[in-house]
């Protein structure tokens, strides 16, 4: 139990244009969703907390208007990232918080590359 | 602010040995968690520890918390060329719905 996935797992895409990821919990309801970012070889660090019917909580020096999130259901989280760059090439990944276990859980991660 | 530090960075070791990563914390964290990412893959969920003195084990994997000293222990036993991999530790707070802010990872190499 306890599956997030994530779609597309990878994605290639043009400066200037944008990309929607979606993180689904396949087998449980997340009222809170997280989105984080892994670049090559370093640590995830957190960008915003999503929660259902609400707006998303975005972390300190992440741009609000750049990373959109909708958390439109239970099972359900998006991020676009508008007017890609090539920084924000990194590897996108979501995680869904179980009230059961009281632990989040990851999904497969989507990699970003913007040329 | 919660910051996590975790140590040693990178650990090569032989099969059979036994060794322990460390991650200190630097404010009150009500939970500690640790994953395991493989390359080019997600986390998977391996320990939460919820308390003082919390001790868990999975196979070869044993994780301890003391929050007094707020270090957490990942102790691995008879290494195995299997538990290859990246190793973070991760700090949250508020209950488990709360971000969580992650170590820099140890990337844990055992040879045969």
């Known amino acids: 139990g306890a599956v997030v996935s994530q779609h597309p797992s990878r994605v290639i895409c043009k400066s200037g244009t944008s990309v929607k990821i979606e993180c689904r919990s396949l087998d449980f309801q997340a009222t809170t969703m997280f989105w984080y970012r892994q670049f090559p070889k370093q640590s995830l660090m957190l960008m915003a907390t999503?929660?259902?019917?609400?707006?998303?909580?975005?972390e300190q020096g992440v741009e609000k208007d750049k990373f959109l999130i909708n958390h439109a259901s239970l099972t359900l989280s998006t991020l676009t990232v508008t007017s890609a760059h090539p920084e924000d090439s990194s590897f996108y990944i979501c995680?869904?918080?179980?009230?059961?276990?009281?632990?989040?859980?990851f999904g497969p991660g989507t990699r970003l590359t913007v040329l | 602010e919660l910051k996590v530090e975790q140590n040693p960075l990178f650990l090569s070791m032989q099969e059979g040995k036994n060794y322990t990563i460390y991650c200190n914390y630097s404010?009150?964290?009500?939970?500690l968690y640790w994953y395991r990412q493989d390359p080019g893959k997600s986390l998977e969920s391996l320990f939460v520890?919820?308390?003082?003195?919390a001790v868990k084990q999975e196979g070869r994997l044993m994780a301890s918390l003391d929050t007094k000293a707020r270090l957490s222990t990942l102790h691995i036993t008879a290494a195995v060329h299997d538990l290859s991999a990246t190793y973070f530790c991760a700090g949250g707070s508020g209950g488990g719905a709360d971000g969580l802010t992650f170590g820099k990872g140890t990337h844990l190499i055992i040879q045969p």
């Open positions: 999503s929660n259902e019917g609400s707006k998303a909580t975005y």
């Open positions: 995680s869904g918080h179980l009230h059961s276990t009281d632990t989040q859980y």
């Open positions: 520890l919820l308390s003082n003195g």
């Open positions: 404010t009150t964290s009500d939970r």
